[in-house]
T-cell receptor, first 112, second 117 residues
Framework: KQEVTQIPAALSVPEGENLVLNCSFT??????LQWFRQDPGKGLTSLLL?????REQTSGRLNASLDKSSGRSTLYIAASQPGDSATYLC???????????FGAGTQVVVTP | GAGVSQSPSNKVTEKGKDVELRCDPI?????LYWYRQSLGQGLEFLIY????????KSGLPSDRFSAERTGGSVSTLTIQRTQQEDSAVYLC???????????????FGSGTRLTVV
């Protein structure tokens, strides 16, 4: 059974520092991996989608890498801002139905 | 529409009552998913619809839960005889998946917060 783990569970950094969020999965046979952001009381916002054949994706200050063989993905957020404060979720697709297996998330606080 | 719309945004119900939660996916998205997020828990898959195929109901926690999708668009999740442990945020997502294993990624709605008292 696929298990997705996110470390750390919570992270607090001062504004301007780079953020590094980790995601690991036990079964490397994934189709794709997606990073989401969730603000308190809100739904999920898709940040980056990495296909299984890709090694990384970039969007603005965000960069996500994928190493299928070692079962890891890392989300980097450069020059963090207070507006980056949220919970970040990693999810992998491991079956033909396309349903995700989610990690428990990393709660990020960026202090001014 | 511009995004995935869910209604109501909040629902408080008495234990034992039935509730219906609605999801309007993005126009043209053939795949629709329901997830549940309980307090302090991760997201739990409930059910998946893809076009005219039989839905994947493997995540429904009990036979009190059911869902339907009419005309390949709007979906309704029904919980009968609600229990306090049903309290959670119910999230709907849609995708252009077309059976391509979510290759186009998901768009989530804002969710329905269900509280059973």
């Amino acid at each position: 059974k696929q298990e997705v783990t996110q470390i750390p569970a919570a992270l607090s950094v001062p504004e301007g520092e780079n953020l590094v969020l980790n995601c690991s999965f036990t079964d490397s046979a994934i189709y794709n991996l997606q990073w989401f952001r969730q603000d308190p009381g809100k739904g999920l916002t898709s940040l980056l989608l990495i296909q299984s054949s890709q090694r990384e994706q970039t969007s603005g200050r965000l960069n996500a890498s994928l190493d299928k063989s070692s079962g890891r993905s890392t989300l980097y957020i450069a020059a963090s801002q207070p507006g980056d404060s949220a919970t970040y979720l990693c999810a992998v697709v491991t079956d033909s139905w396309g349903k995700f297996q989610f990690g428990a998330g990393t709660q990020v606080v960026v202090t001014p | 529409g511009a995004g995935v719309s869910q209604s109501p945004s909040n629902k408080v119900t008495e234990k034992g009552k039935d509730v219906e939660l609605r999801c309007d996916p993005i126009s043209g998205h053939t795949a629709l998913y329901w997830y549940r997020q309980s307090l302090g828990q991760g997201l739990e898959f409930l059910i998946y619809f893809q076009g005219n195929s039989a839905p994947d109901k493997s995540g429904l926690p009990s036979d009190r839960f059911s869902a339907e999708r009419t005309g390949g668009s709007v979906s309704t999740l029904t919980i009968q005889r609600t229990q306090q442990e049903d309290s959670a945020v119910y999230l709907c997502a849609s995708s252009l998946g077309q059976g391509l294993r979510g290759d186009y990624g998901y768009t989530f709605g804002s969710g329905t917060r269900l509280t059973v008292v």
